[in-house]
């Protein structure tokens, strides 16, 4: 992967194999942190023409009411015009968070066809990504994998 912007509360990488931009909160941004990592987020998204996007929120404490409006008005209209058709969350500890993400995606799959997936872990995201099992769009408390099942089991008895 390849580090594309690298700050003490942001770092955004970019896997050209995927096509997928991974950004990973390191701690609480301030308001001009949070609103310029996000919007570096999408200037990167759009010059990489990136289809996928990690966000890894899980050092993510939470932002103010301001900043969540701004989100959802400001960035989120910007963000549902770029071409990204699967978005995967590893989860803040934060319910607040994890609440306020959810509905934010849920908005955001309404204005463009976007399938997200919610997740413990980077791994967990990344295997989502690349086309793993879990069920896309569900809480990782209701993904479930999915059993690839074994020929013989398929086959009828002779």
């Given at each position: 992967?390849?580090a594309?912007?690298?700050?003490?509360?942001?770092?955004i990488?970019?896997?050209g194999?995927?096509?997928?931009?991974e950004?990973?909160?390191?701690?609480?941004?301030?308001?001009?942190?949070?609103?310029?990592?996000?919007q570096?987020?999408?200037?990167?998204?759009?010059e990489y023409h990136v289809r996928?996007?990690?966000?890894?929120?899980?050092?993510?404490p939470?932002?103010?009411p301001?900043?969540?409006?701004?989100?959802?008005?400001?960035?989120?209209?910007?963000?549902v015009?770029?071409?990204?058709?699967?978005?995967?969350?590893?989860?803040?500890?934060?319910?607040?968070?994890?609440?306020g993400?959810?509905?934010?995606l849920e908005?955001a799959?309404?204005?463009?066809p976007?399938?997200?997936?919610y997740?413990?872990s980077?791994?967990?995201a990344?295997?989502?990504?690349?086309?793993?099992?879990?069920i896309?769009?569900?809480?990782?408390s209701?993904?479930?994998a999915?059993?690839?099942?074994?020929?013989?089991?398929?086959?009828?008895?002779?």
């Open positions: 992967m390849l594309l912007y690298n700050t003490p509360y942001l770092r990488y970019y896997d194999f995927a096509h997928t931009l950004s990973e909160w390191l701690r609480r941004p301030t308001s001009e942190e949070l609103r310029l990592g996000l570096t987020g999408l200037v990167l998204a759009r996928g996007w990690i966000s890894n929120l899980r050092r993510m939470g932002i103010s301001d900043d969540e409006a701004w989100v959802r008005t400001e960035w989120l209209m910007q963000f015009e770029l071409d990204i058709t699967h978005m995967a969350i590893v989860e803040s500890r934060s319910q607040v968070i994890r609440t993400v959810i509905e934010l908005r799959g309404t204005l463009a976007l399938s997200t997936g997740f413990a980077r791994a967990a990344r295997q989502w990504i690349m086309g793993g099992q879990l896309p769009g569900q809480p990782l209701l993904a479930v999915t059993p690839t099942p074994v020929l013989s089991e398929n086959r009828p008895s002779l």
